[in-house]
């Protein structure tokens, strides 16, 4: 396993890209549920985002949430091409103090049909625990890198760097922490570095 990280750019470049059938899932599952109200948490460049926003209708909204603004807006000049960007809202802000804002509130609990994280992911339990509150019965919240280029199904390895182990390890108390959520189906798919779908069932 150790020797899958001797590409000396691999986790830069992986950063960069997700894979397009990825896309195209949350795409087609966005439009299945006739979503027209979202959350995501970690923008980048933008690619997730502006496939969420193709998806949903005219007058959908998503709230885009990352602590880069500049990356973002490198990425702004093809959503705005695509016609989307009256659809997005973003936010330059930590995550945790907008979904903080977003429940004190009150009238935005359990208003929003989805949410996608790609963003720290030693938070990933702090997330969950307000997207519960924010995301609808029925609604689905998705998470990226789940599956971290597979070494969540490994033992530990002194081999891997330290930022790779750090995150695996926090990848693997959330993916245990959350399969005992019955508040939520859940399916974590092997596609791109894993994406975790939950249904929220109450």
Same mark, same amino acid.
């Given at each position: 396993?150790?020797?899958?990280?001797?590409?000396?750019?691999?986790?830069?470049?992986?950063?960069? &890209?997700?894979?397009?059938? /990825?896309?195209? $899932?949350?795409?087609?599952?966005? !439009? $299945?549920?006739?979503?027209? !109200?979202?959350? #995501?948490?970690?923008?980048?460049?933008?690619?997730?985002?502006?496939?969420?926003?193709?998806?949903?209708?005219? =007058?959908?909204?998503? @709230?885009? @949430?990352?602590? *880069?603004?500049?990356?973002?807006?490198?990425?702004?000049?093809?959503?705005?091409?695509?016609?989307?960007?009256?659809?997005?809202?973003?936010? &330059?802000? =930590?995550?945790?103090?907008?979904?903080?804002?977003?429940?004190? /509130?009150?009238? !935005?609990?359990?208003?929003?049909?989805?949410?996608?994280?790609?963003? *720290?992911? #030693?938070?990933? /339990?702090?997330?969950? !625990?307000?997207?519960?509150?924010?995301?609808?019965?029925?609604?689905?919240?998705?998470?990226? +890198?789940?599956?971290?280029?597979?070494?969540?199904?490994?033992? =530990? +390895?002194?081999?891997?760097? *330290?930022?790779?182990?750090?995150?695996? /390890?926090?990848?693997?108390?959330? +993916?245990?922490?959350?399969?005992?959520?019955?508040?939520?189906?859940?399916?974590?798919?092997?596609?791109? *570095?894993?994406?975790?779908?939950?249904?929220?069932?109450?």
């Amino acid at each position: 396993m150790a020797g899958f990280f001797q590409q000396k750019n691999l986790l830069q470049s992986d950063a960069l &890209h997700k894979p397009p059938e /990825e896309g195209q $899932l949350l795409t087609l599952l966005f !439009k $299945l549920m006739n979503a027209k !109200k979202g959350i #995501e948490i970690g923008v980048f460049y933008g690619y997730s985002l502006l496939n969420a926003a193709l998806a949903l209708p005219e =007058d959908g909204q998503i @709230i885009a @949430i990352d602590m *880069d603004r500049e990356t973002y807006e490198k990425g702004l000049p093809c959503i705005q091409k695509a016609g989307v960007e009256n659809k997005i809202e973003f936010i &330059h802000s =930590d995550a945790l103090q907008v979904l903080d804002g977003l429940i004190e /509130e009150g009238s !935005k609990e359990g208003t929003f049909d989805f949410a996608f994280v790609d963003a *720290d992911k #030693e938070q990933l /339990e702090e997330y969950h !625990k307000r997207l519960m509150k924010l995301v609808r019965v029925g609604g689905l919240i998705a998470y990226d +890198n789940t599956l971290w280029y597979g070494t969540v199904a490994q033992p =530990d +390895n002194p081999g891997l760097p *330290d930022m790779v182990e750090r995150i695996r /390890e926090a990848l693997v108390r959330f +993916n245990a922490w959350l399969a005992s959520d019955a508040r939520v189906d859940l399916s974590l798919l092997c596609i791109g *570095d894993g994406l975790t779908l939950c249904r929220r069932v109450c």
